[in-house]
Nanobody, 121 residues
Framework: QVQLVESGGELVQAGGTLRLSCVAS????????VGWFRQAPGKEREFVGS???????YLGNTVKGRFTISRDNAKNTVYLQMNDLKAEDTAVYYC???????????????WGQGTQVTVSS
């Protein structure tokens, strides 16, 4: 059983930056892939990006070039660095963990509680 806790979400102005963290416990962190998803009110959950067990990354088209993902296995933590934030990035951001590097929510077995990111224009 893996537990995930996200942090770092807050209110930021358009053009600003944030770094979200996802800390995992209860499993062998180096053996899991981690994905980031977001959900805005009234919208479907959207894939943001994911990082594989060997730190390969894949970013969604709406964030490519602005967001990056990294992991620190010594700290059991995955980071989502968000630059040049836009109002449309406003959402609850979730991290998810599973054995497979993928971009579909159903692939991930474990989910955090989410952290709110609000971008003011």
């Amino acid at each position: 059983q893996v537990q995930l806790v996200e942090s770092g979400g807050e209110l930021v102005q358009a053009g600003g930056t944030l770094r979200l963290s996802c800390v995992a416990s209860g499993g062998t962190f180096s053996q899991i892939a981690v994905g980031w998803f977001r959900q805005a009110p009234g919208k479907e959950r959207e894939f943001v990006g994911s990082i594989s067990q060997n730190s390969g990354t894949y970013l969604g088209n709406t964030v490519k070039g602005r967001f990056t993902i990294s992991r620190d296995n010594a700290k059991n933590t995955v980071y989502l660095q968000m630059n040049d934030l836009k109002a449309e990035d406003t959402a609850v951001y979730y991290c998810a963990a599973g054995p497979t590097f993928a971009f579909t929510p159903r692939t991930y077995r474990y989910w955090g509680q989410g952290t709110q990111v609000t971008v003011s224009s």
